[in-house]
């Protein structure tokens, strides 16, 4: 194939009025950046606000993705009427984004769960009945202890993403069972977080401490920030390119933040390895590698430099398609700016089945640009010590046993997980019921045709969401959570720049039959007999509580949503320059690794599969106005971006007789469908892949909607290739054709 265009060079006006994200009125800002690439069009719901004079404006904490941003609600007569984000909190600095804006079609979704719900047979035909709290929550507690003392605790597994999964996790505890997975680790960062563990004894948090405000110099490697939209990372990257930062993009597609970009490099998919091992042979041939840094804190310098010493820019050309000299001139911009100056690690890593080492070679360009606990590089972040409340000593935990075995994994995989309810000829399923908190397992994890199948084999699962979203269609039970907005929730103290507490309380009262996820799980554990994990009446005690031998006050928590810890030295800090790892230095050979029959001291590159003739290799990823399914039948969202669409390259779209708009379905090699959906035809993506946006493609009727609407990416994720060190499920190796419809 040939190379794709060059990106114009933006111009300066387009730079600096990058992603500004502004209180009420970013609908319309963001999406216009977002629209200019020729998506589909939509209006601004904010831009319709009236002046309205607030009864109450009750601080609490969004939940619209993970992120958790400080939000101030404004109620009129018992109704949220505006979000907008909190000034004092630190991760909202006052904007919420596009997404945080729109949490309150969250709430007033008319799709919205409404009450209890249990698998019923009425005249041999299953429907869901209705039924009260106390029906539900006794039936299912009835289940799981049956489950309990047939297979054992350890037959029960937690699904669970968001802050209330902690809630969920107590009764598994209490249960006994330590099969909790979540999809936050094996299908998003879990690669990411091993990683960087093993080169630096310790992961790359959440909340990513890098020191992006002060960064000179930027490579994103696939980290789409701009369409991934996370709030206060995309607000330090507007300051970053303010303060003439420049910035590097590695990606198949013509990103957001490539348009930004100083250069990008358009790579082969899957080819990342290779771009990263050459740039890290620069550095050292080059003698552009912080030297004195390394020497005192790197373990394994001159091994490193032997394994690269083949791994030349005329190499990785052969490999990623770029250019030796853009590769050179890349990694020259980024040293020249070191310290100030980093390689995103990324978020969601699990792309093609080398994402440990991926991870790893990021991090090791990254030690050789000397910027760890450095201005404008990593910083290593502070938290507030919150004391934990005081309940009994749990049973010991039965451990998952997984039909896969990765050395590394330091928790049950989400897609082993599915595995072992699943039998096969050779064995019989292990895990028997699931409790599943706020993940749409059948969109999340790779083969929807499997997580099925799982469900209907499973003795029984209980879902608590808020919407009928695909996973509560292959449940027994049905709890309704209300939205964060209804609620209280856990206090959240994380590891920040900044540290502090945020508390989430609700602004409005619970809608329907819906009730808080810690009162769910508080009532179903007095069922079980487990009520003695919760030992408070409600959870403003509780919460009280953790304040008050904290030594800090609930009151003032509650009228600012948040309160400051100390501002602790984040850089240049000596206690920040110890690693623990088994060398105690910066590992750029790993030892852990070199110890592990079959595993490899440095990363390695391994060529991908060729795409067969006739398909594209499918990658998506984020709209900076949707979180996966969560928000596709949010509709204030919705108004925005109504479907997704599959960018396809304007050369094959000319080649294959395909139009700007057109809809069409999609098949995967394994004839699997899904659609149909518009084709975007755009410049800005390579000639072997095409793209599209997570989410949509809902497949439940009850979701009235977004049914029906664009396409599923998760459908035509039948093929993964598993990470051999932790398990990731890389997903970015299915390969799709367009099929013309109407
Ligand atoms: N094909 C494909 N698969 C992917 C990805 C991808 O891009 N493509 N991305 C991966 C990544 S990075 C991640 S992190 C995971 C995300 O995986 P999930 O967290 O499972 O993502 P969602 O689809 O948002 O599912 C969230 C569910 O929670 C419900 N929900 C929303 N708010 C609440 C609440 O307040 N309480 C409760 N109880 N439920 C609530 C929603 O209705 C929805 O059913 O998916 C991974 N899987
Ligand atoms: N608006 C919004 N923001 C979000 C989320 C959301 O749902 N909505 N979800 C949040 C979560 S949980 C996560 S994990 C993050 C995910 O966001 P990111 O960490 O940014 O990661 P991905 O979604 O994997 O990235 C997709 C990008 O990688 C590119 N890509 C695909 N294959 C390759 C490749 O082989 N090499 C390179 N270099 N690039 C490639 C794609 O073209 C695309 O631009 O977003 C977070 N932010
Ligand atoms: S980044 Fe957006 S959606 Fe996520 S918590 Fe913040 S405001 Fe909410
Ligand atoms: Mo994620």
Redo the contacts with the bound molecule.
Sequence with gaps: MSKPTSPTKPSKTSRRTFLKISGASIIGGAAAYWFSGGSNGGESFAANLKEIKADRIVPTFC????WKCGVLAHVKDGKVFKLEGNPKHPLSNGKLCPRGTGGTG?LYDPDRLKTPLIRSRVDGKEVWKAVSWDEALTYTAKRLNEVKAKHGAEAIAL?S????GAFFKTIMKGLGSGVMA???FD???GARTVGFKLTYGRAVGSLEQLDTPNSKCIAFIGSHLGENMHNTAVQDLSQAIDRGASLITVDPRFSVVASKSKYWLPIKPGTDIALLLAWSHILIEEGLYAKDFIEKNAHGFDELKQYLADKTPEWAYVETGLDPSLIRKSIRELAKNAPAAYVHPG??V?WYGDDTQRSRAIAIVNALLGNWAKKGGFYLGNKLSLKAAKIPAFPPKAKFKSPSHFPLANKPCAYDVCDASLSTKERAATIKAWIV?????P????DTRKVIAAMKELEFVV??????????SYADVV?P????LE?YGELHAPLYRQPYVAIRQPAVKSMYQSKP?WWIAKSLADKLGLGHYFPYKDIESYLKSRMDNSGLSFDQLKKDGVILGDNLPIYDNAAQMQFNTPTGKIELLSTTLAAQKGLSAFPQYTRPEQVPDGFFRLL???SPVH???????NPELLKVMPENEVWLNTDMARILGFKNGQYVMLENQDEVSTGPVRVFVTERIRQDCVYMV??FGREDKRLRASYGKGA??????TRIKRDPIMGATG?NVNYVTLRKVG
Excluded: K, W
């Design positions: 939940e619209i993705c993970f969250a699904y993403h968001g802050h209330g979540a999809p936050s299908q998003c960062r978020r969601h699990a908190y706020g993940c749409n397992i969109l999340t994890l790779p879902a608590v969401d808020t919407m009928p979203a695909e996973v509560t709890l959570e209300n939205t964060y609620r996820g998506f990823g984020r979180t996966f399914s969560r928000t596709t039948n997570h989410g599923s990416d998760a459908r035509m994720v997903m």
